[in-house]
């Protein structure tokens, strides 16, 4: 079986984990008694802990391997679900999002994995790859966890640890190591890999287009749960099959048309026209009057997500040195967890204080600011698919 094969089965399995439990998450915090700044704040202490370990992970799967550190992610991910469970109080839901924080940073070592296997020509298609994971994840983890929801509240993270369990076993066995490391082989720092990326400015671009795209998203993401339910009255299984539908469009564009429009307009082209798409999609969420209308603000919003994600992570790729693909794309997705730092709490906080569109005009605004950004600085790429190759 071919190597990217096996990984995008196991970022699948890790993923339909995390789909799982993300639509659920903000209603199992609020029976606790946690606001919507507090679900915001949960959500900003998971991606704290991948800003934090993102690099880390993507440096020593430099320097040791990208396998051992894929598995010790989702034995990590094992973990946090079962504390999840296992529950009792609100610090203790934080403390299993921290666990699960530090363990899903070990994303970039899955992309790292795709750059060691294939080609420049086909690592945006490789980094599709893994976008039609997450897509894929995000179609039947939602609408598996909606069901499960109806057993019990704690029955999706059962389910959701023992997915990991079995994921950590199969790659055990079946998942080959893509990098040849010895004990001279030297990486990255995290503040290496920054004054490494300053060399380049279209490298710096691209590193604050992740921040500042993520952080957008994922103050919609944050509050949406709650948004629906008091705009449409939705409960957590309709929010999960939203999230399904959004997941389906993911992976229909990552899996089979990202590397199709890559190879004809390039990188440089789609992120701009991505990202506008992101911002006409967030920015519609508020004006939804009916399910009809707010499918389309959806479907809209995961179009520009499905090209822009791996759009960005090739292009990343493309400008690394190969020996620290792993650092310089830790970063990158340690830049991105910044963003879900912020974008949570800010989203959190505008709907408390403003009201529940707040959260969704001030993103869009973030968001065409990003695409201004990507527009005028990625202007001289436009012309030629293998700039990028030379930063």
Same mark, same amino acid.
Request: positive net charge; glycine residues 10%; contains cysteine.
């Given at each position: 079986?071919?190597?990217?094969?096996?990984?995008?089965?196991?970022?699948?399995?890790?993923?339909?984990?995390?789909?799982?439990?993300?639509?659920?998450?903000?209603?199992?915090?609020?029976?606790?008694?946690?606001?919507?700044?507090?679900?915001?704040?949960?959500?900003?202490?998971?991606?704290?802990?991948?800003?934090?370990?993102?690099?880390?992970?993507?440096?020593?799967?430099?320097?040791?391997?990208?396998?051992?550190?894929?598995?010790?992610?989702?034995?990590?991910?094992?973990?946090?679900?079962?504390?999840?469970?296992?529950?009792?109080?609100?610090?203790?839901?934080? =403390?299993?999002?921290? /666990? *699960? %924080?530090?363990?899903?940073?070990?994303? #970039?070592? &899955?992309?790292?994995?795709? $750059?060691? !296997?294939?080609?420049?020509?086909?690592?945006?298609?490789?980094?599709?790859?893994?976008?039609?994971?997450?897509?894929?994840?995000?179609? =039947?983890?939602?609408? /598996? *966890? %909606?069901?499960?929801?109806?057993?019990? #509240?704690? &029955?999706?993270?059962?389910? $959701?640890? !023992?997915?990991?369990?079995?994921?950590?076993?199969?790659?055990?066995?079946?998942?080959?190591?893509?990098?040849?490391?010895?004990?001279?082989?030297?990486?990255?720092?995290?503040?290496?890999?920054?004054?490494?990326?300053?060399?380049?400015?279209?490298?710096?671009?691209?590193?604050?287009?992740?921040?500042?795209?993520?952080?957008?998203?994922?103050?919609?993401?944050?509050?949406?749960?709650?948004?629906?339910?008091?705009?449409?009255?939705?409960?957590?299984?309709?929010?999960?099959?939203?999230?399904?539908?959004?997941?389906?469009?993911?992976?229909?564009?990552?899996?089979?048309?990202?590397?199709?429009?890559?190879?004809?307009?390039?990188?440089?082209?789609?992120?701009?026209?991505?990202?506008?798409?992101?911002?006409?999609?967030?920015?519609?969420?508020?004006?939804?009057?009916?399910?009809?209308?707010?499918?389309?603000?959806?479907?809209?919003?995961?179009?520009?997500?499905?090209?822009?994600?791996?759009?960005?992570?090739?292009?990343?790729?493309?400008?690394?040195?190969?020996?620290?693909?792993?650092?310089?794309?830790?970063?990158?997705?340690?830049?991105?967890?910044?963003?879900?730092?912020?974008?949570?709490?800010?989203?959190?906080?505008?709907?408390?204080?403003?009201?529940?569109?707040?959260?969704?005009?001030?993103?869009?605004?973030?968001?065409?600011?990003?695409?201004?950004?990507?527009?005028?600085?990625?202007?001289?790429?436009?012309?030629?698919?293998?700039?990028?190759?030379?930063?």
């Amino acid at each position: 079986m071919s190597p990217i094969v096996i990984i995008f089965i196991t970022v699948f399995i890790d993923l339909l984990g995390f789909g799982i439990i993300i639509p659920l998450l903000p209603f199992y915090a609020e029976s606790f008694g946690a606001s919507a700044f507090t679900i915001g704040l949960l959500g900003t202490s998971f991606s704290l802990m991948q800003f934090l370990f993102s690099p880390i992970w993507g440096r020593w799967s430099d320097k040791v391997g990208r396998k051992p550190i894929i598995l010790l992610g989702l034995m990590g991910s094992c973990l946090s679900y079962l504390a999840l469970a296992l529950a009792t109080s609100l610090p203790l839901i934080f =403390f299993a999002r921290i /666990i *699960g %924080g530090i363990a899903g940073a070990n994303i #970039p070592t &899955a992309q790292a994995y795709i $750059a060691d !296997v294939t080609t420049p020509e086909n690592r945006a298609k490789g980094m599709g790859m893994v976008g039609a994971a997450f897509g894929l994840g995000f179609i =039947f983890g939602p609408a /598996i *966890g %909606g069901l499960l929801s109806r057993i019990s #509240p704690e &029955a999706p993270m059962w389910f $959701a640890s !023992v997915l990991c369990l079995g994921n950590f076993m199969a790659a055990w066995f079946l998942l080959p190591e893509s990098r040849r490391v010895s004990a001279e082989t030297k990486t990255l720092g995290r503040m290496e890999a920054f004054k490494h990326a300053l060399t380049k400015p279209t490298l710096v671009l691209l590193l604050s287009l992740y921040f500042i795209v993520t952080a957008a998203f994922s103050s919609f993401e944050a509050t949406f749960a709650l948004f629906s339910e008091a705009r449409f009255g939705f409960t957590s299984t309709s929010i999960g099959f939203l999230f399904a539908f959004i997941g389906l469009v993911l992976a229909v564009i990552q899996g089979l048309l990202v590397h199709i429009v890559v190879q004809r307009v390039g990188e440089a082209r789609l992120i701009p026209a991505a990202i506008f798409c992101i911002a006409l999609g967030v920015g519609l969420v508020p004006f939804a009057w009916s399910v009809p209308t707010l499918l389309v603000a959806l479907g809209v919003l995961a179009v520009g997500m499905g090209f822009n994600n791996p759009s960005l992570s090739s292009m990343v790729s493309r400008l690394s040195d190969p020996n620290d693909q792993g650092g310089i794309l830790g970063l990158a997705s340690s830049l991105a967890s910044l963003g879900r730092v912020v974008g949570p709490a800010m989203g959190g906080f505008l709907y408390d204080s403003y009201g529940m569109t707040t959260p969704y005009l001030s993103a869009s605004g973030l968001m065409l600011v990003a695409f201004a950004v990507s527009f005028i600085g990625l202007s001289r790429l436009r012309h030629d698919t293998h700039a990028p190759a030379r930063g």
